[in-house]
């Protein structure tokens, strides 16, 4: 099955320590995003990469990092410097599409600062 | 202003009817239009794709893009419990790779 795996489903994590949420695709898409979900606030862009070795700073990248080594693999590092990092993140990858892209996403993993 | 408006709800509606879900927009380059249904703790699914104006039909779901008055809509018929999600607008311009949401509409389809 076609798809984007995202682990762990849920994260707990002390102040101070640094994380990193694992996202994986097997569509072959060249595109892949990182958004941060909050209630009421819809889902924000963090990164994105439209090809290996490549990334760009979405609108609230501060506080996060990311690596593209792989087109498969877009791993999200939230590092101690994310002043309030619990919320659910959600990984996507795209396709072109009649000019357009269509994102697929992931099933999201849901981080919680304890 | 947000670049993307979509009332947040809750809305609550019996079986069988006809929901119809907003959102409207001021940027005028928007030209793909997407509804995204996501349940409670999972990732979003795409449901409905359309690029400029017009109405796209699939099954009991038609999605409708008024680029004049900068506003889509997302009609449900013969609404079903199981379509109690959080649905999300997004929109695009040509050749962008980024989207943009709305907030999502709450909805409760009480049997």
């Known amino acids: 099955d076609g798809g984007i795996t995202q682990s762990p489903k849920y994260l707990f994590r002390k102040e101070g320590q640094n994380v990193t949420l694992s996202c994986e695709q097997n569509l072959n898409h060249d595109a892949m995003y990182w958004y941060r979900q909050d209630p009421g606030q819809g889902l924000r862009l963090i990164y994105y990469s439209q090809i290996v070795n490549d990334f760009q700073k979405g609108d609230i990248a501060e506080g996060y990092s990311v690596s593209r080594e792989k087109k498969e693999s877009f791993p999200l590092t939230v590092t101690s410097a994310q002043k309030n990092p619990t919320a659910f993140y959600l990984c996507?990858?795209?396709?072109?599409?009649?000019?357009?892209?269509?994102?697929?996403f992931g099933p999201g993993t849901r981080l919680t600062v304890l | 202003q947000k670049e993307v408006e979509q009332d947040p709800g809750p809305l609550s509606v019996p079986e069988g009817a006809i929901v119809s879900l907003n959102c409207t927009y001021s940027n005028s380059a928007f030209q793909y239009f997407m509804w995204y249904r996501q349940y409670s703790r999972k990732g979003p699914e795409l449901l409905m794709y359309t690029y400029s104006s017009g109405n796209k039909e699939d099954g009991r779901f038609t999605a409708q893009v008024d680029k004049s008055s900068k506003y889509i809509s997302l009609f449900i018929r013969d609404s079903q419990p199981s379509d109690s999600a959080t649905y999300l607008c997004?929109?695009?311009?040509?050749?962008?790779?980024?989207?943009?949401f709305g907030t999502g509409t709450r909805l409760t389809v009480i049997p």
């Open positions: 996507a990858s795209s396709i072109k599409r009649e000019g357009g892209f269509e994102q697929f």
């Open positions: 997004a929109m695009s311009s040509t050749g962008a790779n980024n989207l943009f």
